[in-house]
């Protein structure tokens, strides 16, 4: 069944998000006015650095943001409802149902004193009104389709007796349980070998075809977003950087930060050693305190070409080419 999108023709559109935590050291300001948009059948990469708000903005369209953190304000509207604007018992009917969330730490997401299939049968039966036999057989079906042998002793078995990459198949199996329009997924690959990363992109890639989904797509990994993005939304310090197709980032990037994270990328024509010549890139600096972050441009203060402007005014987004999008008004000149 294909995703219903808004009137305007988007699935999602995002408008002047702020999310904040209220710590005893003071107010972080984690996600600080981002905006982006996606189609039906779209997967979008949020990318950047642990610290750049990319899972936070994603786990406020479920409204799932841990405490002290708030949505302070801005819109989500998704299929033309703003998801901000829901009360708490309206969002159970979304959450699972049409937006659904592959987490970060499948061994976390899963209940341990629960089968596979009393846990993955539960969500069924709560939202399509189905008994129990036919929530194990649909459970069993899925389970299948990602690539679980046995289904009908795998629905017995606890999460403890996975390992990794079949708990994050079981992971991926609940996310398209109710066939929802959009999929977040949480650096989907993390504590996998490099061989199930890779089983476990391509699954995700044939899925989202199979069941005419979109996909929020979470990595720090450039080269997860080569290889299964669309648009790539690029993140820094609780803002948007640049925001372009997968191949326009690639060949065009405009931001200092976007070249630095692509700098980053280990390149297979050559070898790493102890020579500082064939040393890895790394972005000098760190992410800044979200708590007092640096005025005007975030990045100025790692940024190889800032001047005393960077400092100063906050980059608005210039439109640079057609759907790219830079906050930097010298890369945009």
Known sequence: MAATAGSNGSLLEVRDLHIHFFTGAGVVKAVDGISYGMRAGETLGLVGESGSGKTMSSLALLRLIPRPGKIIRGEMRFQGEDLAAKRPDEMIAVRGKKIAMIFQNPAYSLNPIYSIGAQLGEILCWHEKVSRAAALERVAELLRLVGITDPQSRIKQFPHELSGGMKQRVCIARALLCNPALVLADEPTTNLDVTIQAQILDLLKELKARFHMAMILVT??????????????????????????????????????????????????????????????????????????????????????????????????????????????????
């Open 220 to 333: 720090h990994d450039m080269g997860v977003v080569a290889r299964m993005a669309d648009r790539i939304v690029v993140m820094y310090a609780g803002r948007i950087c640049e925001v372009a197709d997968a191949r326009t980032i690639f060949r065009d990037p405009r931001h200092p930060y976007t070249r630095a994270l692509l700098a980053t990328m280990p390149r297979v024509d050559q070898s790493y050693s102890g020579d500082r010549r064939s040393r890895l890139v790394v972005i000098p600096g760190r992410i800044p305190n979200l708590i007092d972050p640096p005025r005007g441009c975030r990045f100025h203060p790692r940024c190889p070409y800032a001047k005393e402007a960077c400092s100063e005014a906050v980059p608005q987004p210039v439109e640079v080419g057609a759907g790219h999008l830079v906050s930097c008004p010298e890369c945009a000149a």
